[in-house]
């Protein structure tokens, strides 16, 4: 028998969603909407730009995207950003690997401090750790041998790959671990009595079980690391080797707050999260068989 709902009652499920539809548009639709607005708009000075009149906003279209992507400097951002990335990420998600497979032995001693211990790092905010890593890379200041100049030219992308390595590998630990655990333990004991080593089963079983979350923590990884910002920026003050537009974000923070070109830095913004959400899908797409044939086993 079918009950028929008033309209109160099927009102109680939008007043339950209102107040999260209403924050995610004032947080996130509408700052999107005046990006996207600012950035097929651009601002043009008539006169001696002395008075109030002279700055006016015109509609440009897309030419403020093709005055963003012919800067040179944001393609160099993006060419650093881009071989950080071909390093971080297989090197993140390899550690992270390693350290949940360690930590998921059965014989694996002091597993709990060494879990804290891996992850507490991820705790510390970025800025903090950026400063700390900075005045550890100065060989004036740092107590510790440092063999070189970190901060120079041809040491800065390792300085801060080693800061965004400190800080990431934990929480991609915890989600490998997570998974880990999820499994049941009758899997193991049946490798057991067929005579599968802890070093077989680790490789044979238990990572391909857990390639969903492998694909998740690489996706997390992947968008981290098109959106390095913090790690450089704070460097930047203790080095003269790190210009202000050292990646793509920060070129958008130099142009929209220093320059005083809101439009193109919005333009770029734009190109920016277009890049990021296009090499997501991507990489989803990659390793979404495996994904799925990893849940099957």
Known sequence: ???????????????FLAPAIILFTLVVLLPIGYTVYLSLHRTRVTGLGLGRGARTEVFAGLATYRDAL???EFWR?????LGYGAILVPTMLGLALLFALLLDLPKSRFARFNRIAIFLPYAVPGV???????????????PLPVPADMLGPGLLLFAVLNIGLWGGVGFNMVVILTALRAIPAEVYESA????????QIALRIKTPLITPALV????FTVIATLQVYTEPTTLAPLTNSLPSTWTPLMKVYTDAFVRGDIHSAAA???????????LSVLFLRLVAGRAFAGEDL
């Not at 028998?1 to 499920?13: E, I, N």
């Open 216 to 219: 998740m923590a690489g996706v």
């Open 77 to 81: 951002g993006a060419l650093r950003v």
């Open 1 to 15: 028998m079918r009950v028929s709902r008033g309209p109160r009652q099927r009102a109680v499920p939008y007043a």
């Open 192 to 199: 057991r009595l067929d005579g599968c080593s802890e070093r």
């Open 268 to 278: 770029a913004s734009i190109v920016i999260a277009v890049v990021t959400l296009a």
């Open 128 to 142: 903090v750790a950026s400063v700390l890593w900075g005045f550890l890379y100065l060989p004036a200041l740092t």
């Open 70 to 72: 012919a800067s040179p």
